[in-house]
């Protein structure tokens, strides 16, 4: 199994440390972020077909994803594609999609015609080149029914020993629902995972994680210990919602020039949340 060792992935460098976007180099590998990329590599590298991953929001699964990607990078025999939101108009519209992700070379005009290509490029992929597609789709509760359907006809194409095309999907909790009702659908996930919101400790881990990753102060020289309490009562230990508050409050203290965030600071910034979005 290829190493989560992080000091492989990251390097410590001077950049904000609650940027929002899902930047790999600032992830915290909790235990659980550790078991979910486990069981995705794991997953793919055995060519078991199909997995998923859910979570609620901010839980941190488009970074999951990013940093699954960045496991294979250097594996030529992988070819990753993503798809971001998949959004689309009817099953027609996500065949072409995938054919131009995947680079392939058709003239089809119909479901039928885009099927078959997919089925020809996978066989040939996956027999005569030895190479395994890979999909990731992030934001997988907006997957509609007919797409779901194509997913699962895409799994059916397989070897005597493997699946022919992997698929990763990241999506939130709604998405279980969703299988629940489409039981051949269901038969298809060989491997999944639940995310869930940190706990009191894995918060201040996460927060501690991001400033030494960034090149900056210890923990307790940027927040107090009230103010931390503050952070993970109002984001209820989700990642994202904290790293939120810690960016505006981190901004705030540089132009306020104050020597450390404190509860005073994080209401001030609480609330002009609160504002803004009412």
């Not at 999609?97 to 680079?103: A, I, K, Y």
């Not at 005009?109 to 030895?130: D, I, T, W």
């Not at 894995?202 to 900056?216: Q, T, W």
Request: with cysteine.
């Amino acid at each position: 199994m290829y190493s989560l060792n992080e000091n492989t992935l990251m390097q410590t460098s001077k950049k904000n440390p609650f940027s929002m976007s899902p930047d790999p180099q600032l992830f915290y590998f909790s235990a659980q972020h550790v078991a979910c990329l486990q069981t995705l590599e794991s997953a793919i590298r055995l060519r078991s077909g199909l997995s998923v991953v859910l979570g609620d929001v901010g839980t941190g699964k488009t970074t999951v994803g990013r940093i699954l990607m960045r496991l294979f990078q250097d594996k030529p025999d992988y070819m990753f594609r993503l798809i971001l939101d998949p959004q689309f108009v009817d099953e027609l519209e996500f065949l072409a999609h995938l054919s131009r992700l995947f680079d392939i070379k058709t003239k089809a005009n119909s479901v039928l015609e885009y099927k078959e290509a997919l089925q020809s490029f996978l066989y040939f992929k996956g027999v005569n080149e030895k190479k395994i597609p890979v999909l990731i789709i992030d934001e997988g509760q907006k997957i509609n029914e007919p797409m779901m359907e194509i997913i699962r006809g895409l799994l059916n194409y397989e070897t005597n020993e493997s699946k022919l095309i992997q698929v990763v999907i990241f999506a939130q909790l709604e998405f279980a629902d969703r299988i629940r009702l489409m039981p051949n659908f269901m038969d298809r996930i060989s491997a999944a995972y639940v995310l869930q919101a940190f706990d009191e400790q894995e918060l201040y881990h996460m927060i501690g994680h991001r400033l030494r990753r960034s090149g900056y102060e210890d923990l307790y020289h940027v927040f107090t210990k009230s103010a931390l309490k503050q952070i993970y009562e109002y984001s209820h230990g989700f990642p994202r919602k904290a790293i939120n508050l810690c960016h505006q409050a981190y901004l705030a203290k540089i132009s306020e020039q104050l020597g450390i965030i404190d509860e005073d600071l994080l209401t001030r910034n609480i609330r002009r949340k609160e504002v803004s979005h009412v």
